[in-house]
Structure formats: C-alpha cells, structure tokens
C-alpha cells in the first residue's frame, strides 16, 4: 500500500513532498562538503542530477518510505526529511534528517521537522518507534534528537567510513509513549 | 548474489542455494517454533515466496547467501551477509531451520565460517547482526564467536503479540581471531 505524503505545517517548518524542480537543489546540499560530511553516504562519488533523480524520483518505494522537503514559513527550501524502512508488522521505521542549507543549521528548524514527522508517523501511519542512525560526534543533530524524545540506545563501533577512515555512530531510538509524554508536558 | 564459494568447516558446510532446496525451507518454516526467532517473517512462506525470495537474492549484489549443511550433506538452513561497501561492513543473518540440529554447537562454526570470509576474501571491516533479546542460544553462539553487545533496541519487534528488545551485536576486523589462528591455541 503506498504512502499518501501530506505537507504538514510546524512551528518553523513546512513540510511537503518532493518535486521535479528540487532535484538540483538536493545534488548541491548533497555534495556541500559541510554537509556530506555527515551523510551515512558521505563516501559514494558526488551526486549528480542523474543519482538524485534515480534514487529520490525514479525509484522512491513509496510503500516502503516517506520524503519531504523541509522549507522556512517563508517557502524557503533549506532540507529533507525522510521516514524509511517502514515496517508496518513491527510497527515502527527509520527517520533520516539532513538540513542542507548551512545558514539554517542550528536554529531549531530541523527539531521543528522532526517533531512534525513524528506527529505523522505516530499518529497518522500508527507507528510505535522510530529508529535514527548519527554519527557519535555529531554533538548537534544528537542534541537535536534528544530534544525530540530520541533516547541512545547503543554505540555501533567503526559503522561508517568518512574520508576512508571508521567512525562511531550512534543507534537512538523514540516510542510513541516517550513521544506522548513529552508531548503533554 | 548466491556465493560460489564453498566454506568447509568441521561439523558444517556452506554451498550455494539450490533451487531444490526451497520445498525443505517451506517445510521448516511452516513451524513456529523455528520462525519464533525470525524478524522477518510474518506468515509462514509459501513455494513461490520462496522462490521469489532466492530469485531476488541470486540477482542481488549487496547480498552474498549460502546454504548451510552437515559434514555428511544434509541440509539445516541458510546464513547470509548483507553487505554495505561503501562503509566497509555487512550484517550477518543465520538460520538454522531444521530444529534436530540445534544446540549442537553448529552455529557457532557457522558464524566463524562466514564472518572469516567477510574479513579476509570480502576485506571487510566490521560485522554486525541483531537478533531478539531473549534468544540466549543465539547471543551465546555470537558472544563465543567474537561479537560485542552494542546496544539494545527499546520494543523493537513484535513477537506473538507482544513487543520485544533487538539486541545489536558488532565485531571488528581488529579483534577478530582467524580460524587457523585459534586451531593453533
């Protein structure tokens, strides 16, 4: 059964689908090298039109998985959020956050993001956990993710390359009752 | 892919998957005491589930599947690894179906076997698995092999109608001891 994806609206952000037009905006974010170097997929060759389209376009699984363009109130593109792996016997899917516009990093914008996604995938998609994979050092996106319910569950040593070299990552996770009672504070 | 590798082991060995030795799956995974560990597998899985399964597995790349039987050619399952390149890393899937072989010790060769041929001929450098919280067998086999508790992962599978812990397990190339190695000891 595939997903139909709301654009859903946030404090900050709105989030909505992907289109056509954001294919070189996404190959620009993806190959900033601020900004890749903390994508799981850091070591693949650049991005080009050709990849993104492929593999955000072409061949998105869209019963398997969600994409959204994260913009400003204003309509400012600045990021992407997606919910993958979506297991609806286990209940539960990986979130995946990447801010791709540097001026826009570290102003709550991509806590805004995830905490709207969540809302969707608790209570519209019936989802009982969120799984998220970050590197160990990135001190940023973890506080970011602690501040949305995420709680460490485990280090994963030498997960990843970054520059040919392993690193840590971190495995976190959110339930919906830890989301819930977050929520109602 | 299905590996053309045959692994000799002692007690086991691993061959490649035939398409004749799909009718003995079905027939083992008919039982829910054999599934009860299984993350993935919802319903019991027909014939032609299972030869979609070993169609799409023949055909992938980032999956190397064997066979697993006795020294004496009997069949009891199937182990695989799930490769990542880019990160240097694969996840290791084993199952032993048929339940008159467990307990016998068997997995844990199994596990050297494979875990062997991801460092040396894959030149990996990390492998890891998950598997239920509950399944001390399991653990014990991989803790005796060489893998580390990473993390656990909060009600992360439903299992008969209740949601249970998914424990991470990881081993690195560095602490790895070789076959041979630990036939000198």
């Given at each position: 059964m595939s997903i139909t994806i709301p654009a859903l609206l946030g404090e900050k952000v709105r989030l909505r689908p992907v289109a056509e037009a954001d294919v070189p905006r996404l190959v620009r974010w993806f190959n900033t090298p601020d900004i890749r170097?903390?994508?799981?997929?850091?070591?693949?060759p650049d991005a080009t039109l050709e990849t993104v389209t492929d593999r955000f376009l072409r061949n998105w699984d869209n019963t398997a998985g969600v994409l959204w363009i994260i913009e400003t109130l204003e309509g400012t593109p600045i990021g992407n959020l997606r919910l993958l792996d979506m297991d609806p016997h286990h209940r539960r899917c990986e979130l995946a956050i990447s801010i791709g516009e540097v001026a826009y990093l570290g102003r709550g914008y991509g806590t805004d993001a995830i905490q709207q996604s969540l809302r969707f995938a608790f209570n519209?998609?019936?989802?009982?956990r969120v799984d998220l994979f970050t590197d160990a050092d990135n001190e940023r996106g973890i506080r970011c993710y602690e501040k949305c319910g995420f709680v460490r569950e485990g280090l994963l040593r030498e997960r990843r390359l970054r520059y040919g070299k392993p690193i840590d990552m971190l495995v976190m996770g959110v339930l919906v009752e830890d989301w819930q009672a977050r929520t109602r504070d | 892919m299905i590996s053309e590798s045959i692994l000799e082991g002692d007690k086991v060995r691993l061959r490649p998957v035939e398409e004749g030795d799909l009718p003995q799956f079905v027939h083992w995974l008919a039982d829910k005491e054999v599934t009860?560990?299984?993350?993935?597998?919802?319903q019991p899985p027909t014939l032609e589930d299972e030869y979609e399964w070993w169609h799409d597995k023949r055909s992938d790349p980032d999956s190397v599947l064997w066979a697993i039987e006795t020294d004496d050619g009997r069949l009891m399952g199937t182990t695989e690894l799930r490769l990542t390149i880019r990160a240097e890393r694969a996840e290791l899937g084993i199952g032993?179906?048929?339940?008159?072989?467990?307990?016998?010790?068997l997995g844990t060769e199994v596990v050297r076997l494979v875990v062997d041929y991801a460092f040396e001929?894959?030149?990996?450098?990390r492998v890891e698995l998950t598997t239920d919280e509950e399944n001390a067998r399991a653990i014990r086999c991989y803790e005796k092999a060489g893998f580390v508790r990473e993390g656990l992962l909060r009600q992360h599978r439903l299992v008969d109608g209740r949601f249970g812990n998914t424990l991470v397990m990881g081993v690195l190339r560095d602490e790895w001891q070789p076959l041979e190695r630990r036939l000198d000891d």
């Amino acid at each position: 059964m595939s997903i139909t994806i709301p654009a859903l609206l946030g404090e900050k952000v709105r989030l909505r689908p992907v289109a056509e037009a954001d294919v070189p905006r996404l190959v620009r974010w993806f190959n900033t090298p601020d900004i890749r170097h903390w994508l799981h997929a850091s070591e693949r060759p650049d991005a080009t039109l050709e990849t993104v389209t492929d593999r955000f376009l072409r061949n998105w699984d869209n019963t398997a998985g969600v994409l959204w363009i994260i913009e400003t109130l204003e309509g400012t593109p600045i990021g992407n959020l997606r919910l993958l792996d979506m297991d609806p016997h286990h209940r539960r899917c990986e979130l995946a956050i990447s801010i791709g516009e540097v001026a826009y990093l570290g102003r709550g914008y991509g806590t805004d993001a995830i905490q709207q996604s969540l809302r969707f995938a608790f209570n519209e998609l019936g989802l009982r956990r969120v799984d998220l994979f970050t590197d160990a050092d990135n001190e940023r996106g973890i506080r970011c993710y602690e501040k949305c319910g995420f709680v460490r569950e485990g280090l994963l040593r030498e997960r990843r390359l970054r520059y040919g070299k392993p690193i840590d990552m971190l495995v976190m996770g959110v339930l919906v009752e830890d989301w819930q009672a977050r929520t109602r504070d | 892919m299905i590996s053309e590798s045959i692994l000799e082991g002692d007690k086991v060995r691993l061959r490649p998957v035939e398409e004749g030795d799909l009718p003995q799956f079905v027939h083992w995974l008919a039982d829910k005491e054999v599934t009860r560990w299984l993350a993935n597998i919802g319903q019991p899985p027909t014939l032609e589930d299972e030869y979609e399964w070993w169609h799409d597995k023949r055909s992938d790349p980032d999956s190397v599947l064997w066979a697993i039987e006795t020294d004496d050619g009997r069949l009891m399952g199937t182990t695989e690894l799930r490769l990542t390149i880019r990160a240097e890393r694969a996840e290791l899937g084993i199952g032993i179906h048929d339940k008159t072989q467990w307990g016998k010790g068997l997995g844990t060769e199994v596990v050297r076997l494979v875990v062997d041929y991801a460092f040396e001929e894959l030149n990996l450098n990390r492998v890891e698995l998950t598997t239920d919280e509950e399944n001390a067998r399991a653990i014990r086999c991989y803790e005796k092999a060489g893998f580390v508790r990473e993390g656990l992962l909060r009600q992360h599978r439903l299992v008969d109608g209740r949601f249970g812990n998914t424990l991470v397990m990881g081993v690195l190339r560095d602490e790895w001891q070789p076959l041979e190695r630990r036939l000198d000891d």
